[in-house]
Structures are given as C-alpha cells and as structure tokens.
C-alpha cells in the first residue's frame, strides 16, 4: 500500500513497529494519521545513549531501537510523547521551544517552560492510550508511565543548565544547530 507520505521514513518506521508488535497492525492508520498531523519532517529508530528513550526535534523524532523491549504499550506511549512534541513545535516554532536553551531567560524560567512541556507531552500521550484502551487495543491494565511528573526538578533544572552552558560554549543558536547538535549527542554512532 503506497501511502501519500508526508512524513520522511513513516512507512519503514511503523512496518518496524508491527514487527515488533503484530498488533499494531489493527491501529496502523491512527498512529500514520496522528504523526503527519503532527507535521512531524522524518521519524526513525536509533539506538540512543545518554539514558534517551527517544528525542524530539523540530526537525524529526528519535524513538529509541531498545524501548520495544519494555513492550508494546510502553513503546506506543513513547512514540505519543515524543510526537506530542511535534504538535509543541507545529504550535510554537522552533525558536520559542529551544529559548529555554538558548533565550534570554533564566534557568529557572528554562526549567519550568521545559517541565511544563515534558508534563503535557506526558498528559497527552497519557490520553491517547486511554483512547485505544476504550477500542480495545491497548491492555486495559496498562498504566503509562509519568516521565516528567515524578523527576525532581532539581535534575531537570540540572539537566537544562548542562545544555546551556554546552550551547554557550560552542556559539550554538539556530534550531539547526541545536537539533543537529542533540541528534549527535544523543544517537549512538558506530
């Protein structure tokens, strides 16, 4: 089935993902529908580091190769998460979402415009489980996860001010140059 893609590498990424998880076969459409509304530019699987289970970028979603070993439901979470974040990027732009690493505000506004992010990212996912658990798609004793809700905001404040000063020291400004600078440092490279 040739699909009138907009979204550059969806039709390798879900084929991946149903052979991981036969059943999403039985939801394919929704997620394909979900991620280009999303104007999500490319989606791929990575083997990341760094403790990333995935990585949104203005430009393009990581979703890490190992989260399908915590199963289906964990996995599509994930993939709602990050995509959520395209939804963030499609509303705002790049430049408003990276300003907490780049902008002039302060680190403690940084650290909460990117918890307040990470939270609805969280919600957002949370409900389209919710969705396919009402179809029946989904185990309906599957609870999601709450990434951001339970992370100190101490590490996050910790974790925004590492990038900063990464950022600073090597003059980096542009969506561009962030996304490609985040793409490297997470994405294992053999």
């Known amino acids: ?12 990424f879900i084929s991946t993902l149903e052979e991981f998880f036969p059943k999403v076969s039985e939801f394919r459409d929704t997620l394909i529908k979900f991620i280009e509304n999303s ?26 190769y190992e989260a399908k070993q915590q199963g289906m439901e964990f996995t599509i979470f994930l993939i709602f998460h990050e995509i959520a974040h395209q939804y963030q990027f499609k509303k705002y732009g790049a ?17 909460e415009f990117m918890r307040k992010t990470e939270l609805v990212a969280d919600e957002f996912a949370r409900k ?24 100190p905001v101490s ?17 980096i400004k542009s969506p561009e140059q962030i996304s490609t600078t985040m793409y490297n440092m997470v994405k294992r490279q053999y």
Not at 39 to 59: N, V
Not at 95 to 111: F, K
Not at 128 to 149: A, M, R, S, V
């Open 1 to 12: 089935m040739l699909l009138n893609e907009s979204t550059e590498n969806i039709d390798e």
């Open 39 to 64: 104007d999500c530019k490319k989606i791929e699987w990575a083997f990341l580091q760094l403790g990333a289970t995935g990585l949104a970028l203005h430009d393009g979603v990581l979703i890490n």
């Open 128 to 151: 389209k489980i919710e969705q396919l658990k009402k179809l029946g798609l989904i185990d309906k004793n599957y609870t999601p996860p709450t990434f951001y809700k339970d992370m």
């Open 95 to 111: 430049e408003e979402m990276y300003e907490c690493y780049v902008g002039d505000i302060s680190l403690e506004e940084a650290t």
């Open 155 to 171: 590490k996050l404040k910790q974790m925004v001010s590492h990038f900063r000063e990464l950022f600073k020291k090597q003059n």
